[in-house]
């Protein structure tokens, strides 16, 4: 099991910058990904960045540029420094956590990020 804990949400204005942090803990595989994605309401759950342990990143379409992934192996902590936030960007933002090679999934509850208008 891997338990992630989040942290960083709020409410922010236009173009402002936010920074998401999420710490796992618990059976961590030493190469895995790590990553946010986000679900605003009405729509799917969708990819934000993730970051593997080796260094490999994605990032969505819509945030690049302004959002960067990093990550601490030594901590087991990944952040998302978010930058020009939009009110496009409001959405709930949950922290994602893969063993490389597993199928399983790992979720945090989520922390509310709100682009104000």
């Known amino acids: 099991q891997v338990q992630l804990v989040e942290s960083g949400g709020g409410l922010v204005q236009p173009e402002g910058s936010l920074r998401l942090s999420c710490a796992a803990s618990g059976s961590i595989f030493r190469i895995n990904t790590m990553g946010w994605y986000r679900q605003a309401p009405g729509k799917q759950r969708e990819l934000v960045a993730s970051l593997t342990t080796l260094g490999s990143t994605d990032y969505a379409d819509s945030v690049k540029g302004r959002f960067t992934i990093s990550r601490d192996n030594a901590k087991n902590t990944v952040y998302l420094q978010m930058n020009s936030l939009k009110p496009e960007d409001t959405a709930v933002y949950y922290c994602?956590?893969?063993?490389?090679?597993?199928?399983?999934?790992?979720w945090g509850q989520g922390t509310q990020v709100t682009g104000s208008s």
């Open positions: 994602h956590y893969r063993s490389v090679g597993s199928t399983v999934n790992y």
